[in-house]
């Protein structure tokens, strides 16, 4: 048997069970306060990050999928430490993949691909706010990335080594000008992969040359599949020559703690040392989907990139750039901001839902969970645990629920008379309660395990007979490329009044 695919069955077989003590290092990821940071900086369903700079001001965004208001743009001035600011997307559109934000003059555009529908452009002349709505490119391909060429042309480069011309405006692409300019890298024919998938192209000049970064070896799969390859060339127009160093990044055992690491953009620090930003799936929790990840690359002599941190990627990195106010990305969770820590699942409508003084109104919407359009936020950890307060209308049923999809959630709920339990996307059991329309609610994860409460004041918890395992939960089983999401939901009719809500990493 080939030692490389020896190798991997052994990692599989220790991938089994994760560590306590890996779990726990992973809980404190991001800014550690003492001018090192330990990945991800942003923890849990963040995938296909696109990043750039404007100053000292830095800006990022991720695939959105089905969620809205989608493509939310987050601020930082140390590339740790990260806020949400506005949204660029609140139009359901389709499944939403790989974008790019940038600017050029005195706009910023995010370029962004719909699943089997095209790539669209939205744009603003703040990153604050408000976006423009998108503007259909009329060009398939996917994973867009713009780049400006040295005579001021307005490129749209995509997957699969093709590019378009855009016209002046950056909101439409000249007809006729698509073409394909570049091959890849060819990776090794024993290398375990899902297949070369070339994809989510960055493009960035850098001295006299245009570095040219893909993905290769498809998203998910196994843990060795996702890779970063670079390649250069003097002209935007070529010729594209592959780096003798290649791949920059990979995943090379299951035993690694970041499985299917690719999808990576260069950035620059003001020192003018260089970073990467790119996604990875944590091993054991594949369910918290792809996660962003940064670390630090350097320009070797020859005019190449390597990136030396390697396995050291899951240790403690000395910060890029130093600040003093380590940031927590859910400090602001029971302001309940839709679009920014909030989302919903396909349907946003902004009446649905009011919030003043810690109190969630939320309007009651078909007949299940999934059609209730359930809200959700990213927890960003492994293990886990949220209540809330529910006050609801004689005719609508609330509960918390942990959603992949509409078919694939699973969750607690009450009507006035029993408590529910949803799993696999359907209810599943009926327990009485007493009280009526008002009970609180607890749903808690560890090691991928997810068990109910319930109480009658929110002091004195009382555990279900039930919990369910959810690892499957992720796209090697389910498609769709989305992750679990903790979250709430109403259906039926009438209003439900979410109060009381708590959020404690375990």
Not at 70 to 80: A, E, I, P, R
Not at 285 to 312: C, H, M, S, Y
């Amino acid at each position: 048997m080939n030692l490389f695919y020896k190798s991997i069955i052994a990692s599989f077989l220790v991938a089994g069970s994760l560590s306590a003590s890996a779990q726990t290092v992973s809980d404190r990821a991001g800014d550690l306060g003492n001018n090192t940071y330990l990945n991800p900086i942003l923890g849990g369903d963040y995938p296909d990050p696109s990043i750039m700079r404007d100053g000292k001001d830095y800006y990022m965004t991720h695939s959105a999928f089905d969620y809205l208001p989608g493509l939310t743009v987050w601020h930082s001035t140390d590339l740790v430490n990260w806020e949400p600011i506005s949204y660029g997307l609140k139009t359901y559109l389709g499944s939403i993949w790989a974008p790019d934000i940038c600017k050029h003059g005195n706009l910023y555009y995010i370029y962004f691909t719909v699943a089997r529908k095209g790539n669209y452009v939205v744009y603003a002349k703040d990153p604050h706010g408000p976006w423009s709505e998108p503007v259909d490119l009329k060009v398939g391909g996917i994973d867009p990335c713009h780049i400006v060429d040295e005579t001021g042309q307005r490129w749209l480069f995509l997957s699969g080594g093709e590019r378009a011309k855009l016209s002046a405006d950056g909101l439409s692409v000249v007809p006729g000008t698509l073409q394909k300019v570049y091959n890849g890298w060819d990776f090794p024919d024993d290398w375990v992969t899902e297949g070369k998938a070339m994809e989510g192209p960055k493009l960035k000049k850098v001295g006299q040359y245009y570095y040219w970064l893909s993905a290769e070896g498809g998203t998910a799969g196994p843990p060795t599949s996702h890779m970063e390859v670079v390649a250069r060339s003097k002209s935007i127009n070529g010729p594209w020559e592959n780096a003798p160093n290649n791949p920059l990044i990979h995943t090379y055992s299951g035993a690694e703690k970041w499985w299917s690491k690719g999808h990576a953009s260069l950035i620059d620090a003001p020192d003018g040392k260089w970073w990467i930003v790119y996604h990875s799936y944590q091993n054991g929790f594949l369910n918290l989907g792809r996660q962003t990840l940064l670390e630090p690359v350097q320009f070797t002599a020859d005019g190449w990139i390597k990136a030396p941190t390697g396995r050291g990627v899951e240790k403690p990195i000395v910060k890029p750039i130093k600040s003093t106010k380590p940031i927590d990305r859910l400090a602001h969770l029971d302001e309940y901001r839709i679009g920014l820590e909030w989302k919903y699942y396909e349907k946003y409508d902004p009446a649905r839902a009011s919030a003043k003084n810690g109190v969630l109104t939320l309007k009651a919407q078909g007949t299940t969970p999934q059609e209730s359009a359930p809200l959700l936020f990213v927890a960003g950890t492994p293990n886990y645990e949220f209540s809330f307060k529910m006050e609801k209308d004689a005719d609508a049923v609330a509960g918390l629920v942990m959603f992949y999809n509409a078919d694939f959630y699973v969750g607690t709920g009450f009507d006035s008379k029993s408590r529910m339990r949803w799993r696999k996307g359907a209810a599943k059991g009926r327990y009485e309660h007493t009280g009526n329309n008002l009970l609180w609610m607890k749903l808690r994860i560890v090691d991928n395990i997810v068990t109910g409460y319930y109480s009658y004041d929110g002091k004195d918890w009382k555990k279900e007979q039930w919990s369910m395992e959810v690892s499957g939960y992720n796209h090697n089983t389910l498609y769709d490329f989305e992750s679990i999401l903790p979250g709430i939901f109403a259906y039926g009719k009438g209003e439900v009044k979410f109060s009381d809500l708590k959020f404690t990493r375990l």
